[in-house]
């Protein structure tokens, strides 16, 4: 069964870092987008960050210069290093594959920013 399992959430404080990991059941280095999302309580969810199989980025412009997105190949993961988190940044944070017809998504994972 392919999958995609996201793990490194918890609590930090404001100003600290992070690094979520997302590690695939297939290989990901031809996966046409590959995408961290967020999801804060009562909002819709939002793209965080964007990997394209040719190495392109994007990022939300509220996390631009404090996050990056990053992949290894041999690992068959994807990673979303944060730092200088906010409070605003709290959130359950999705992994997200798509490619041609298929787009497949991780369960979540909780990043909580509080004192």
């Known amino acids: 069964q392919v999958q995609l399992v996201e793990s490194g959430g918890g609590l930090v404080q404001p100003g600290g870092s992070l690094r979520l990991s997302c590690t695939a059941s297939?290989?990901?280095?031809?996966?046409?987008?590959m995408g961290w999302y967020r999801q804060a309580p009562g909002k819709q969810r939002e793209l965080v960050a964007a990997?394209?199989?040719?190495?392109?980025?994007s990022y939300a412009n509220s996390v631009k210069g404090r996050f990056t997105i990053s992949r290894d190949n041999a690992k068959n993961t994807v990673y979303l290093q944060m730092n200088s988190l906010k409070p605003e940044d709290t959130a359950v944070y999705y992994c997200?594959?798509?490619?041609?017809?298929?787009?497949?998504w991780g369960q979540g994972t909780q990043l909580t920013v509080s004192p």
């Open positions: 990997l394209t199989s040719d190495g392109a980025t």
């Open positions: 297939i290989m990901i280095f031809s996966i046409d987008h």
């Open positions: 997200r594959a798509a490619s041609g017809s298929w787009t497949l």
